[in-house]
């Protein structure tokens, strides 16, 4: 959560809070964040939306940056998803949820919340023509591609024990 504090009184606000407080507090014009200690004049604030961590702010020259693993497959997710969007924009009767599906970069990864995620996101709430389970087909990932990724970190597994076992004899 971001915290931001006024420079007129110093007190201290969530980000929910600091536009009630603009209106009761005379002349705050100019927010600083806690954390990472930037100033925002008048609403941009709001753009603020991520800040360093705590073992940036403290570990200092010392912070070894660590990889989001969630982050990494989303973004291969994403990429998939984008060539088999764009392979079968032209194809189907469904181009305009295609181009809106697009502009998103949060895509869920599972049928379920896909579908429900298109349901609302592209104002399909009845959906009678299955119009979500459609865009699932386009998108979904290739069965093979799926199974062969999936299998690749089990079959280095079995290979690590048997080429200890040879090592050892």
Not at 84 to 101: C, H, N, T
Not at 106 to 113: A, D, F, I, S, V
Request: charged share 25%; glycine share 4%.
């Amino acid at each position: 959560m971001v915290f931001f504090i006024c420079e007129v009184c110093n007190e201290s606000l969530k980000k929910n809070k600091v536009e009630t407080h603009s209106n009761t507090c005379r002349n705050c014009w100019i927010f600083s964040c806690l954390d990472c200690g930037k100033h925002f004049e008048g609403q941009d604030y709001r753009a603020h939306t991520s800040c360093i961590s705590e073992s940036q702010k403290y570990e200092g020259k010392f912070f070894v940056a660590k990889e989001n693993k969630g982050d990494v497959k989303q973004q291969a997710w994403l990429e998939g998803v984008q060539r088999r969007l764009e392979s079968a924009a032209g194809k189907s009767g469904l181009q305009s949820f295609v181009e809106r599906l697009l502009q998103y970069d949060n895509l869920p990864r599972k049928r379920t919340k896909f579908v429900n995620f298109a349901k609302n996101s592209l104002n399909l709430k009845a959906d009678p023509k299955g119009i979500a389970d459609q865009l699932w087909e386009i998108v979904k990932p290739e069965e093979d591609a799926v199974a062969s990724v999936q299998a690749a970190p089990a079959a280095a597994q079995k290979a690590e024990p048997a080429a200890s076992q040879d090592a050892a004899a």
